[in-house]
Each structure stands twice: as structure tokens, then as C-alpha cells.
């Protein structure tokens, strides 16, 4: 006999399952429900708590909108409504800096994109029997869900999907698997092909034709264990994206927002967080610069040091600074921090860190002790692991805005900024 049990949802957790308490006294996180809501519960064959039945539905649930819901791994929380989903990363956001030591919050600005609109895409690419699959991980699964419709992705993505299919079809380069980057930039799709195989010489032509027949600028490949750069396969054209005004062209796969709205929000976040008096002698130190995203917005308000650790992109963003008052630097932060005395001289410290962090290089930066501090987060829990030394050397929380641009997704954007008076001594008894 199944054994059944019936219980309401807490709260929801971090990747946004439900979190319940089991009979036992446990918790557990059941994917596909709400805070509030009076689910059913079954066990499997493992022993783990299954969602069986929904008894009172929350109000802030709706019918997933994609097709392709609980078999993709893109979307988990089609079945909340939008404007749920941008509340609870909201106060996901203000639980992270109330757990690094901060209170007083003020209040937050949010931001939310709209459907369709993604214009960077990491798919899988998996050979069968029939033909190619190409599309995203099922959820902690390594099984790969065609992406045959997207509510997230712009349709000039989708659009070229079956191209993509029947071109890598026919490539000895893909003997089981592959993946495929695309970034839709102001030129067109840029892609990066990594195959399991070597590219043979036919297997360039037919690149060169679906680079010609879908007016691809750029197609660029490596293998999937190759830890140098991507070489060109196929090209028909010039790649540029403009930023603020300025044209760059971006390595293959380079890093960008996922969204042009979201950019634009994150930008006007940033520089909203800047102090209302930089004069041109100040500097502003930028970390994790990328191709200059957030350097060519700063620039306009103040002289920029920009650090960038992955040599292709600084290399596109010294191209682009001609008349501009940026120094870009080549710096692995991550292994070569910037130090506390080369911070402390700064007006403004930008940093963008990776999902894991700014690790190392944010002792530095709380040693340094700069009056203003400005953190964009793509990840809540390093944002606690970050933000706690900041709460540590007496700093306060100025501003928050917080951003979905990528929709119906755990993923959260934020932009924090950090206020420490000179004239204050910190709570570790470092003055300035």
C-alpha cells in the first residue's frame, strides 16, 4: 500500500521547491509547489517524499505557459505567476543580506523581463539514431529535452534551432555529444560548436553553409576537453555589440546579460548607486570588467581602472576605450587580487564576480575599507559569503535593486551598494 501524507508548504527554498516538514520531523523540498498551499504527499520506491496531489492551491499558481514544462530543466517555476516569482527573489535577496549582518534594510527596486527575450543560449547537443537533439538538461538529469519551443528564448534563437539540427546531423565532429553557445548580438547569432571529435575538412564546409544560408557573422568551434581558445570554423561577416554607445567585438562566447533589458537595468542600477560627487580625478576600480558591460556606463562619470582576467575580452574592450577614460588591466583575480592598498585609494569600488563569488579578492576589498561599494550578485549565497565581511568593516546597505531576467528560473540578479563613512571607525576597528 502507498503510504500517503498530507501537509502545507512552509516557504519556498532556495531553487524555489517547497519546503515541507515529513512525519519524521524532517525537511524536505518538493519541486512544482507553493508557500501556502495543502499538497499530498506519496513516497516513492527510494523512500522519498513525491508531490501527489495539489488539495488547496495558492493563488499566486497558473498553468505553465510552455509545452515543455517538467521535461526541459530550463524553467522550474512555470506554474507561479510572474509577479509572485519576482516577490519571492526579492525577498530571497533581503533574507542573503540579513544573514550576512545586515539590517536595517532599505527599501528594493525590482526589475522584470519579459518573455522572449533571452539572447544567450548554453544547449546540449546529443546524437540519436534518428537524427540530432539539441536543448537543455532535464532536471538533475543528464537526459537532454529537445528545445523544440521556448517561451524564454528570442525567437531569432529558436528561429535557427532546425538549421542547427540538420548541419550538425551530418558532422563527424559530433560522435555522441556536443555543446552549443549562442549569443544574439547586434551583427546576428554568434556560435561556439564544442564537439566531441576533431572538425574534419567537410565538416567546415557545412558550417560555412549554414553560416551563409542563416546569415551567421561568426561560427567558431573547439573540442570539449580543449582549455584553449575557440578558432574560427566559418565566418561571413564582421561581429560587433554595441554597450553604452560603443562598439565592441566580442571573443566566441563571451559573457553577456541575458537579456538587452536586463544590461540596460543592471547598468542604470549601478551607476544610481554611484556617489553624487565624482569629479574627474576620482577612480573608480572595476573588477571582473568582461568586454565592458559596466565599463562604458562608469567611464561617463568618472575615470574607470577596469580588470579583467580572461585576456580575449579585456583584449575586445582596449579596442573599444579610443578616447574614453579607461585603463583597462589583465589581472586573474580570482589567484592575483587587487590589493587592499591599491583599493583604498579608489572613490568606487564595481565589482561583477562569478557565480561562486569574489572569494579572495573581497578580503582585499573590506581591508581596503573605500567609502562606496557597488555589487552585482548572481548568486545569493556567495552575496552572503561576500557581503558579511562588508557588514563586519561597518558598512551599510545604501540600495538594492533586484532583477529577473531570467524568468520563471531560481536564478536571481541583484545589484547592492555599500556605504561606509571615512570618518567611521568599523566594527573591527579599522579606520580611515
Known amino acids: 500500500m502507498t503510504e500517503t501524507y498530507d501537509t502545507d508548504v512552509l516557504y519556498l527554498a532556495t531553487q524555489g521547491d517547497g519546503a515541507v516538514r515529513t512525519p519524521d520531523g524532517r ?63 526579492v525577498a530571497t535577496v533581503q533574507h542573503a543580506l540579513q544573514k550576512a549582518g545586515f539590517s536595517n534594510l532599505p527599501a528594493f ?3 522584470q523581463v519579459q518573455p522572449h527575450s533571452r539572447r544567450r543560449a548554453d544547449l546540449a547537443v546529443r546524437r540519436q539514431p534518428d537524427g540530432i537533439m539539441i536543448g537543455l538538461h532535464a532536471r538533475n538529469s543528464h537526459e537532454v529535452t529537445d528545445l523544440t519551443t521556448c517561451v524564454v528564448l528570442h525567437p531569432d534563437i529558436l528561429a535557427a534551432l532546425p538549421a542547427f539540427r540538420a548541419t550538425l546531423r551530418s558532422l563527424n565532429a559530433i560522435r555522441r555529444e556536443a555543446n552549443l553557445h549562442i549569443n544574439l548580438l547586434d551583427s546576428g547569432l554568434d556560435v561556439l560548436l564544442q564537439t566531441d571529435g576533431p572538425l574534419t575538412a567537410p565538416d567546415r564546409v557545412r558550417l560555412a553553409q549554414l553560416a551563409t544560408e542563416q546569415h551567421i557573422p561568426r561560427i ?3 573540442q570539449i576537453k580543449d582549455t584553449g581558445l575557440p578558432e574560427v570554423a566559418a565566418q561571413s561577416g564582421s561581429v560587433v555589440q554595441t554597450i553604452a554607445s560603443h562598439q565592441i567585438a566580442p571573443p566566441a562566447g563571451t559573457f553577456f546579460q541575458a537579456t538587452r533589458e536586463s544590461e540596460q537595468y543592471i547598468q542604470e542600477a549601478v551607476v544610481k548607486s554611484l556617489p553624487t560627487k565624482l569629479n574627474r580625478r576620482d577612480v573608480i576600480t572595476e573588477l571582473y570588467a568582461g568586454c565592458g558591460t559596466l565599463t562604458f556606463p562608469l567611464a561617463e562619470h568618472a575615470r574607470v581602472n577596469a580588470y579583467e582576467g580572461y585576456a580575449p575580452a579585456l583584449e575586445a574592450l582596449k579596442k573599444a576605450t579610443g578616447g ?3 585603463s583597462p588591466f589583465c589581472r586573474d583575480l580570482n589567484h592575483q ?89 568599523s566594527r573591527n576597528g579599522l579606520s580611515r
Not at 506519496?42 to 505557459?65: F, H, N
Request: glycine share 4%; net charge positive.
Open 27 to 89: 525537511m524536505a523540498y518538493i519541486p512544482e509547489t507553493l508557500a501556502g498551499e495543502h499538497i499530498r504527499l506519496t513516497k516513492d520506491s527510494e523512500g522519498k517524499w513525491r508531490l501527489a496531489e495539489v488539495l488547496l492551491p495558492s493563488p499566486d499558481r497558473q498553468i505553465p505557459p510552455c509545452s515543455l514544462f517538467e521535461h526541459c530543466g530550463g524553467c522550474t517555476l512555470q506554474h507561479v505567476k510572474p509577479a509572485a516569482i519576482l516577490q519571492w527573489k
Open 109 to 111: 527596486s525590482a526589475k
Open 220 to 222: 567558431s568551434w573547439q
Open 324 to 326: 574614453t577614460r579607461i
Open 337 to 425: 587580487p587587487l590589493l587592499a592598498k591599491e583599493i583604498a585609494a579608489s572613490a568606487v569600488v564595481v565589482l561583477d564576480p562569478p557565480h561562486a563569488g569574489a572569494k579572495l579578492q573581497m578580503r582585499q576589498i573590506a581591508q581596503g575599507l573605500p567609502n562606496h561599494i557597488v555589487y552585482v550578485s548572481c548568486n545569493p549565497a556567495a552575496l552572503v559569503q561576500d557581503a558579511s565581511l562588508l557588514a563586519k568593516a561597518g558598512y551599510t546597505v545604501e540600495n538594492v535593486t533586484v532583477i529577473d531576467q531570467f524568468l520563471w528560473s531560481a536564478e536571481i540578479e541583484a545589484v547592492c551598494s555599500f556605504k561606509r563613512e571615512s570618518s567611521r571607525r
